[in-house]
């Protein structure tokens, strides 16, 4: 069996000498849909945390993929998992850890055989000991979890089978080979048995991946592990009776050490029927969970929290020496009920809550990570109403009651109902003193944690005030700080308009972006006042290329260093450093260099809070990465500033800089091992599949990894170059041009011209080093697909003033058509134009302004601005009017202020004007844009008798998400594209349309 797992690395050597011999353009094909399905990315790179190894994804759009492990400083993989994901090094980095998809094909069949989906075939888990090469597999496994820091033991959820034989349990279970002793009432007890109930949860295995050692735990609902990996903690949720073993397992919590193999009882007292909301501290000393008396079937459940000391931590609810209740804090004791499991931390008797209110069970429970406070949530306890039966069904008042003063319409209601019937609000205990604060409330419902620090106060966001407002003017909020021992909240910042808005690391500020006043702010905690942290600076920190009518956004901050010192935020180009207490001047980190060579910066967070590592803080004297981006050229890279350098010592001289990569590429995804001084990144750009490279922190060499997509060399691919033109309205434009392969070759036949398509959606000249991957469409052309099949595809940058979309449309994408018709390689009478969305409304309105495109296909278009104001975006709940008002449609004012500005920029009424044969994707679960939209524009065109075609996929979305329906939309756009623009026969589907009869006996007619 190893051998399906343990592959050395041959077919990547091979397949990179492949890509290494080309292939003459001769004897290259086109792209065609069969391709799609085997073209492979590369993603989820893991490094052990010693840097010796890497683990890394290599997955094909549709099939069965792969995880490869390497030893760090070798080419090829060392092992690979055939389907593997969700993978995670031992702390120690002996181990890989992996879930293995079930095989693709398994599943279709089993699909094919009507199979309900319990009955599908389940993922399996591997782990793998890095050194030896040994391989221990787990049959379906839905779940799995290790210590993040420490521990050799894995603890996995393996789902049991329906019909499958529970094993008979014993008293005690003890072995030479499995030396974990369990005590009989950590499995059995004694009740009154009660009709049989089919077990509703899973079975854990606890693995010591050391030394081999297993445990199994039947019909488990959920597992923790602490940091450390010395504690596990489960629970079993349902009641469990009269199983075949004559045994009665009833629902509790439980713990296991690693360290000594003991198995404990926490609580199963009997007086609760579910469990949920385990939460371990980092050092596996403290357990929190919920429980509640209600059934596991009851609608409405009420929880109590609580709490644990499994350690040599001082005793929960005593109070350290010399302390004192502060002044507002709640007095109450801490300890209200204590049985044997544990101390309730908090339920519908404690005073510090609400009357009415208890712990909520939708949200996380956590401890802060240094173990001295628990969050949770809170919220009103349901009312127990009897269901009305005595009312048939269809007899049942169903109705929605729309007010003038409702804070949120009904449609966002209903899309927010399940969220709102969860919803908690943040409430803290703190371990030390017994006090439970709330900290968030209605009237201020959001309140971010940084549960890796103990600092005193929170800051609070609320938008309550502004909630009916929101639909046509949103984005405005108030900031409160919070204290975490009284739950006292200060509004420090009132109806702002801002982003970013978020605490310091250490506590000291709360900060954010104003957008009114385009300048970054603070509020120092301990002063109570407000700083003003660009003020004076000479350069902007807004977005130079806003274009919307709502207000500029910044351009982010990198964050804090160390102690809260110093704050690091960005301009256009540059990296600044702002003293907040203004006692030293801000100071331009990268000297201006960004700005005087047009390359915008900015660091690249190796250290990350979602990474490997737990940086929050920046280290001012650590190297600083940055990612450059080249505007002339749109060239990236990687760069390097040293603390302490001069520009006497640089590569770069008059700067601080190094800069380690830049080339015509993308480079993306840096990380970085834990421990060690390995570096990945991606690298790619049009003609280049993004591929994974090694190096480490000095860039003194790059080694390539993998070598993806081999096939590429065999087909017709492309170029692509950077186009300038000036548009009517006068602005300088920029656009990219992609070429069909032997475009630009000596021996291309004279006065050869090419069909053009012209796709676009706002901005596009930046992505010229992207990558882009043959792949089924969900809304637009494939670039690659459009290029290699022998269309020159023409991407135009657009640029935008209030009031008239329509028209600056126009005014950038006709000029840059016709710039390129002088160039005399493209054919005039082979012109298309494609967009989706807001690409989609702009190519219906282009077609009634010019006759210069043979064939459109317009995506999701809003025909009609008059009906659309004031339409719904049905995956939001949301009013459109923000979006005309303030937003990307940027007419600038209501309907009832600019109604010229609506109609004149609606094509529907100048529907006649249309001579474009046009195709339109609108799908009948549009979320963004309502599909009555399509509708409007289609009966028109129907009318008038233009070619019009509509293609609604039932219960798609905005953008198709089911790859089947994405591969039928590319085969019927590409069908109408090639019928108008290469004298291709017309499909069927185009000339007889297709019928609801066809439809229902599964005709696709192509």
Not at 125 to 136: H, N, R, Y
Not at 618 to 629: A, C, R, S, V
């Amino acid at each position: 069996m190893q051998r399906l797992f343990l592959l050395l690395g041959g077919w990547l050597m091979a397949a990179m000498a492949l890509a290494q011999s080309p292939v003459p353009v001769s004897q290259k094909r086109s792209l065609n849909a069969a391709d799609y399905d085997r073209w492979q990315n590369v993603s989820s790179e893991k490094h052990a945390p010693n840097g010796q190894w890497l683990a890394y994804q290599i997955d094909p759009q549709e099939g069965d993929g792969q995880l490869l492990v390497s030893a760090v400083g070798t080419a090829s993989p060392r092992y690979r998992l055939a389907r593997g994901y969700d993978a995670r090094f031992s702390a120690d980095s002996r181990f890989l850890v992996a879930k293995l998809k079930a095989p693709l094909a398994d599943t279709r069949k089993a699909k094919l055989k009507k199979k309900k989906a319990d009955e599908l075939p389940k993922d399996s888990l591997a782990v793998v000991e890095l050194a030896s090469g040994k391989i221990t597999r787990f049959a379906n496994v839905k779940s799995y979890v290790l210590g993040k820091d420490g521990g050799s033991w894995v603890a996995l959820l393996q789902e049991r089978k329906p019909d499958a034989p529970a094993p008979r349990p014993t008293a005690a279970a003890k072995d030479a080979t499995n030396p974990v002793t369990i005590s009989p009432a950590s499995t059995t007890a004694t009740a009154k048995k009660a009709a049989p109930k089919k077990p509703k949860a899973d079975d854990m295995v606890l693995f010591n991946m050391a030394d081999g050692a297993q445990q199994r735990v039947r019909y488990v609902s959920s597992v923790v592990m602490s940091d450390n990996g010395q504690r596990v903690a489960f629970a079993r949720e349902s009641i469990i009776d009269s199983l075949k073993s004559g045994d009665v397992l009833l629902p509790g919590v439980f713990t296991f050490r690693t360290d000594t193999r003991q198995l404990t009882v926490i609580d199963t007292s009997g007086l609760h029927k579910v469990y949920k909301g385990l939460a371990v501290d980092k050092a596996g000393d403290q357990l929190a969970w919920m429980a509640s008396a209600d059934s596991a079937g009851a609608e409405q459940k009420v929880f109590r929290l609580y709490y644990k000391n499994l350690g040599n931590k001082p005793v929960v609810g005593q109070a350290k020496k010399g302390s004192k209740i502060k002044s507002g804090q709640t007095k109450l004791p801490f300890i209200q009920t204590t049985s044997g499991a544990g101390t309730i931390v908090a339920d519908t008797t404690t005073a510090a809550l609400p009357k009415g209110w208890s712990v909520n069970e939708y949200a996380p429970v956590r401890f802060a990570n240094d173990g001295q406070r628990l969050y949770f949530a809170t919220s009103p306890v349901p009312p127990r109403i009897k269901k009305d039966t005595l009312t048939p069904d269809d007899e049942k008042v169903k109705v929605d009651v729309w007010t003038w003063n409702d804070s949120r319409i009904q449609p966002m209601q209903q899309k927010r109902l399940k969220d709102e019937k969860e919803r908690g609000f943040t409430t803290v205990c703190d371990l030390t003193t017994g006090a439970v604060v709330p900290l968030a409330s209605r009237d201020v419902p959001t309140v971010a944690i940084d549960y890796k620090t103990n600092q005193r106060y929170w800051l609070g966001v609320s938008d309550v005030p502004y909630q009916v407002s929101s639909s046509w003017d949103p984005g405005h909020l108030d900031l409160y700080l919070i204290d975490s021992q009284t739950g006292q909240k200060t509004r420090i910042a009132h109806d702002l308009i801002a982003s970013e808005a978020k605490l310091s690391p250490g506590g000291k500020y709360a900060y954010w972006f104003d957008e009114r006043d385009t300048l970054w702010r603070a509020w120092s905690v301990a002063d109570g006042k407000r700083i003003d942290l660009t003020r004076g600076l000479p350069d902007k920190f807004f977005d130079e290329e806003h274009d919307t009518p709502s207000l500029p956004g910044s351009y982010g901050a990198a964050g804090w260093t160390t102690n809260d010192r110093y704050i690091w935020v960005y301009d256009r180009y540059d990296l600044w450093q702002i003293d907040p207490t203004g006692r030293e001047k801000p100071r331009n980190l990268t000297n201006s260099w960004g700005r005087t060579n047009k390359v915008r910066l900015r660091r690249v967070a190796l250290e990350r809070t979602d990474g490997p590592t737990d940086e929050r803080a920046i280290k001012p004297t650590d190297d600083l990465y940055l990612t450059g981006f080249w505007e002339g050229d749109k060239h990236t890279g990687i760069l390097r500033k040293r603390p302490g350098m001069t520009s006497a010592t640089q590569i770069n001289p008059g700067g601080e800089l190094q800069i380690l990569l830049n080339s015509g590429h993308r480079y993306s995804n840096m990380t970085k091992a834990k421990n060690g001084s390995t570096i990945t990144y991606h690298r790619g750009n049009f003609r280049e599949p993004n591929n994974l490279f090694q190096t480490d922190t000095t860039f003194s060499t790059q080694q390539q990894l993998t070598q993806i997509n081999p096939q590429q060399d065999s087909l017709r691919w492309g170029s692509v170059e950077l186009v300038k033109w000036t548009g009517t309205n006068g602005i300088e434009l920029e656009g990219l041009l992609y070429k069909p392969e032997g475009f630009d070759r000596n021996d291309r036949p004279p006065g050869t011209k090419y069909p053009m398509l012209t796709y676009f959606y706002e901005r596009s000249a930046e992505t010229l080093p992207d990558y882009k991957a043959p792949t089924p469409s969900r809304s637009t052309i494939n670039i690659p697909y459009c290029v290699s099949n022998g269309y020159v595809v023409f991407v135009p940058d657009i640029v935008y003033t209030t009031g008239n979309p329509g028209q600056n449309a126009y005014d950038c994408i006709v000029p840059g058509v016709l710039s390129l018709l002088n160039r005399g390689y493209i054919d005039r009478d082979r012109l298309g134009i494609q967009g989706q969305s807001w690409g989609g409304y702009q190519t219906a309105y282009i077609i009634t302004r010019t006759n210069l495109f043979r064939a459109a296909m317009a995506g999701a278009p809003v025909a009609n601005m008059t009906s659309a104001y004031g339409g719904i975006r049905w995956g939001t709940g949301l009013v459109r009017q923000f979006q005309y008002e303030k937003t990307q449609s940027r007419i600038g004012g209501t309907l009832w202020e600019k109604p010229m500005n609506y109609l004149e920029n609606s094509p529907l009424f100048y529907a006649n004007r249309v001579e474009t044969p046009l195709l339109m994707m609108h799908n009948d679960a549009d979320g963004s844009v309502p599909w009555y939209q399509g509708i409007e524009m289609y009966s028109a065109l129907r009318r008038l008798q233009k070619p019009v075609w509509m293609l609604v996929y039932n219960g798609e979305d905005h953008n198709l998400t089911q790859r089947h329906n994405a591969k039928d939309l590319s085969i019927r756009m590409y069908q109408f594209f090639d019928h108008y623009l290469k004298n291709a026969p017309a499909p069927s589907w185009m000339t007889e349309g297709r019928s609801a009869v066809e439809k229902d006996r599964g005709e696709l007619k192509y």
